[in-house]
């Protein structure tokens, strides 16, 4: 185990580009955090890697959409699994593709149906890549500004307790249900039009 512990502090960037291929937010979270706390990674650079990683990511996912029929794609069971009621997201991603886009980066879960559907709709990829671009960026502003509102917060805390490492587990715990809790507020919206 200490060999593998070894390996990613070695090679620490790649193991967050790898990370933020497979794993998004769960990856980008904590490497922001990181970056901003204590300096151990250099902030421009994960942030330059997110937008790399999300959007090879992001891409393969939309060719993808291109490459697979519409109903291999709606009646898979591995995307219906990834959206439940897929069929009604796919009819208001027609109506709403770009927004949609641009929202499923804050939805946990639902970032990448939304690029299999941009490309299986054909929406443009150009316009489809400015959007998406923006919806990383604004994400990664969220979690820059609540890191910074974190770390001023743990800061005051720190007088008190030296507890850093549960305070920024119960961060952590609490973005992933207030996305949690968000996607199920949009996705229920989006059913319902």
């Not at 970056?35 to 330059?48: H, P, Q, R, W, Y």
């Not at 054909?122 to 609540?146: E, H, N, P, Q, R």
């Amino acid at each position: 185990m200490q060999n593998i512990i070894d390996l990613i502090l070695a090679y620490k960037y790649t193991a967050i580009f790898i990370g933020l291929l497979t794993g998004g937010e769960t990856v980008l979270l904590p490497a922001l955090y990181i970056a901003v706390t204590n300096g151990a990674l250099d902030i421009k650079l994960v942030v330059a890697i997110n937008i790399l990683a999300t959007v090879i990511s992001d891409s393969f996912w939309y060719i993808l959409g291109r490459w697979i029929n519409k109903e291999t794609i709606l009646s898979s069971r591995f995307f219906s699994k990834k959206l439940s009621g897929a069929r009604d997201f796919s009819e208001f991603f027609e109506r709403h593709s770009l927004y949609a886009v641009f929202i499923s980066k804050f939805i946990y879960g639902t970032r990448m149906i939304t690029q299999v559907l941009a490309g299986m709709h054909k929406t443009s990829f150009i316009k489809y890549m400015a959007v998406d671009i923006m919806g990383i960026l604004s994400l990664t502003g969220v979690f820059l500004i609540l890191i910074e509102f974190l770390q001023v917060s743990i800061g005051m805390m720190l007088k008190l307790t030296y507890g850093t490492e549960i305070i920024f587990g119960i961060f952590v715990i609490i973005v992933l249900i207030l996305l949690s809790l968000f996607k199920r507020i949009i996705k229920k919206k989006w059913l319902q039009q």
